[in-house]
């Protein structure tokens, strides 16, 4: 039998907590409340959930791929963001998709393309639907238009070439991160992109709202490892030359990379890939003082090591994520080699640590992959406990920025001090911890995590004061509104703010020339 | 007394090769050639040349800042390919700019811009006017237009601000590469990229044309090097915010970089500079077999090792640049470090190349940058060569592509053997050569070097037939039509037949919205 997945929260039904592990979770997390009361409330039933009908009617040419079960309509009514699970769980699906469709080969993709721009229906490209900005979200598309079509496109999964010479393949846009790790693997290959929704994000996904990777440097964002771009497009099915590397106008890849699903439908690419890991060596540094954390990790970023893995954590973040309980901050480095040992390396970024008062007990060296991947398998496992706190009202969620060193002292003291500041009012508890998840040598990715008790059926309105107290921090203080998370409907008000006017006028006429009936996407990144 | 530019050739006329150099080039070339007549012509005389009247003339906004001198126009008339000067040096000026503006601020652009939108005059952004793609040239401009006017943008020429902590300046467009380095080092600081036409060419030209640097990988183009760009669009100016990585929406900056003075004039940009090198080692590595030397190339791109300098000379180039003569292929390899000894870099680079059959008769370790400091002296010298080049009806020139390894093989035996054979039938004498410049883990970036004997008078037939015919090759093979010359007016053919047509059609619409009067650089890249 094969495996379902929840309709309303992130995974796998048999991966989900049980019972016994989100009761033992509501007891740690309301002792650290305080005694607040984190009752668990029972998932949604959709028997008792009550979908208004579809407004619109598949045609004879798409009408083999697509359904309007109440399933598929309740399980791609949302992304994945807390917003969404929240919403799902309390059984608000007031507006889902009218139509699911589920194309196997790009001749699908087009002749559905054809059918939203002929009716005037909204098309949606899902990817693996775990968006955390609004950016798959019927509910947010206007009533111009006449119905909804949300494209699943996990039918497109196949790795379709190898070439390894050049050290490439060709990817379908639908493949899921494991779905496309598996067809590598036999080629002695893999993307080696991690980003934290890989069980159910797609390359097309990636590839469309620049996701951040497994890389900390130099290659940190998917945009960095695509050799070309295949996007069926309403005017037109687009793709790029194979090259390496071009200076021939403004690159073509880098106009669809980012472009959410509003100018295409990402179908295939041809990918980087990667020898697999052979030699690897990490260390974890503590600091004191987080400040000399910070410019230690300035100067292995500016070093030219180029660490795979150079993961600052603030002290609460070391003490929630590391049972680092001393106050200190903790540097996770890490170096990785398909084809050369890397104690050179992680010996130089370590002296740098040191010259800034870092301690360094131990030094790792191996020829193997393992504890990353123990430390990958519980990355990944987050989300299912997200789920578990859902059910007890507890307010978890992330949000994530980049800046110049510069600026960075500034924006982490402002955006913590805050969101603390919004978190005692709004929810009388709750803290907020901040990581780098990548780093530049002219600046940092910090993302931002919090935890707080919420009151049932309040959630909402709670998150949404935190967010937009956040969003106006990392703004005030030289941030960006995403580093890694894109745009979707959500980010907008701030993402409106930040990009220069002259460009959001290029972007837009570039749509309406691509996509003149404005089927793709509403809303997100750009109005029509 | 100030130095004075060459208004037909490449520089300083105090450098220009002197006559006693001249002719014992002229000698050997002979020999070359079995004793073809290289007969040295005098240069033009710019009091000799009759250029026509100005059709437009300044209004007094702008008259300030603008020049109709005939040494002004006469000199910006063409860029600086072989083409250009052979059609000065004959005195060829049939369609100079009316009109050659300085501006030396910001708002002198935006005026600039202003009167040419108004008046329907082509606005020609000249940079430092290195183009060598016909991506200034005045006469491409079609009659459609009342006049051209040519903007001269060294008068913006300043660092303006340093973030030490961030590595980042801010420096203006116009700034010529000696210029914007001189002003970086008193902070100890390098923007560390050297194109062949550093001393002539700008920082706006390179952000615009996406200019391949000093870096051999990794940081390949000026593209890499960039935190943000402002620029002066007829429909506003627009500037970027300054982030170190971002994942909101397309990049603005990826849309400016490469758009080559069609959609407006890039005035600033934060870049990312350099601490200055303290650490550097090299090797030269033979090759008996050139496919041996490949495989070398392929595996040390491959190796996640990030050399500086990768620089694989096929036997033809080895010989002539480099005096190899037992027909060997020479790998120039290099790394280098402002922060760490390079020795285990270079090993396992080394280790590589002897895998593959490589002999490394020595390899050089030094803590200071004075043996690059050579090679880059020579380098930057060849244009001045040229121009002597060009006085004896010698043809030489460049063109450059990149292409998967995969496709390599072919393309390389193509290119030499359709250059060869075009040599044959229209020379009668000639050599190609060949030369990496960059390399990527999916494939290299080619550069290719043509000399002959061309028949004064008839040099640019002769040449266009050539360069014709190899860029047909280049791209039947996989190829770019360029990987950092840019597109210009000359690429156009092949441009046009490599960029996808959805893409074609969304750049035109995103300068359409940017440019609505179609007055910059037309005829660069695409049709309005």
């Not at 087009?110 to 721009?117: E, G, I, Q």
């Not at 890939?273 to 230690?296: I, L, M, T």
């Not at 707080?452 to 059926?457: F, M, T």
Request: glycine share 10%; hydrophobic share 40%.
């Amino acid at each position: 039998m094969s495996r379902q997945r929840s309709w309303w929260g992130w995974g796998w039904e048999d991966a989900a907590l049980t019972p016994a592990q989100t009761g033992k979770l509501a007891a740690a997390l309301s002792a650290r409340f305080g005694g607040a009361d984190l009752a668990v409330h029972a998932p949604p039933d959709l028997a008792a959930v009550d979908l208004p009908a579809p407004r619109v009617a598949p045609p004879s040419a798409v009408d083999g791929m697509c359904s309007t079960s109440t399933h598929d309509r309740a399980s791609h009514t949302y992304g994945k963001s807390y917003r969404d699970v929240v919403r799902a769980f309390h059984g608000d699906l007031t507006r889902p998709p009218d139509v699911v469709a589920f194309p196997r080969d790009e001749g699908e993709v087009v002749a559905l393309l054809d059918w939203c721009a002929g009716a005037g229906i909204a098309a949606i490209p899902y990817g693996g639907g775990s968006s955390v900005v609004g950016g798959v979200e019927a509910a947010l598309v206007d009533d111009t238009y006449a119905g909804v079509v949300t494209i699943d496109l996990t039918g497109l999964d196949r790795v379709l070439e190898v070439d390894t010479v050049s050290r490439a393949a060709r990817i379908q846009g639908g493949a899921l991160g494991p779905v496309l790790e598996e067809q590598l693997r036999p080629h002695g290959y893999t993307l080696r992109h991690f980003p934290q929704s890989f069980e159910f994000s797609t390359l097309g996904g990636w590839l469309a709202t620049r996701s951040g990777g497994h890389y900390a440097s130099v290659y940190t964002h998917i945009d960095d490892l695509v050799e070309s771009i295949r996007m069926v497009t309403p005017a037109g099915v687009s793709e790029s030359r194979r090259l390496p590397g071009s200076g021939a106008g403004p690159s073509p890849d880098r106009l669809a990379l980012g472009s959410e699903g509003t100018l295409g439908v990402i179908t295939e690419a041809w990918m980087r890939v990667q020898d697999r890991v052979r030699f690897k060596a990490s260390a974890g540094v503590r600091f004191s003082a987080y400040d000399d954390g910070v410019e230690a990790t300035r100067a292995v970023a500016q070093s030219g090591l180029f660490p795979t893995n150079c993961r600052l954590l603030d002290p609460t973040e070391a003490m929630v994520a590391a049972d680092v309980d001393d106050g200190s901050a903790l540097l996770v480095l890490g170096f990785e080699s398909a084809d050369h040992p890397v104690d050179a390396w992680i010996a130089r970024a370590v002296e740098l640590c040191r010259d800034h008062g870092g301690v360094v007990p131990e030094v790792r060296s191996s020829a193997t992959d393992e504890a990353v991947g123990t430390w990958r398998n519980s990355f990944l496992r987050a989300p299912y406990g997200r789920d578990a706190l859902v059910s007890m009202a507890v307010i978890v969620e992330t949000f994530e920025t980049a800046c110049t060193w510069s600026q960075f002292g500034d924006l982490h003291r402002n955006v913590i001090a805050t969101v603390e500041r919004a978190l005692q009012e709004i929810c009388g508890d709750g803290w907020v911890t901040c990581r780098f998840t990548h780093v530049y040598p002219d600046g940092p990715a910090p993302y931002f995590s919090v935890t707080a008790p919420g009151r049932w059926g309040s959630e909402l309105s709670m998150w949404a004061e935190i967010k937009a107290a956040a969003s106006e921090a990392l703004l005030a203080h030289g941030g960006t509104i995403t580093h890694h998370h894109a745009v979707g409907r959500d980010h907008r008000p701030w993402y409106d703010r930040q990009r220069p006017d002259p460009f959001a006028t290029a972007l837009r006429a570039a749509k309406h020339a691509l996509d003149p009936a404005a089927v793709m996407n509403p809303g997100v990144l750009i109005d029509p």
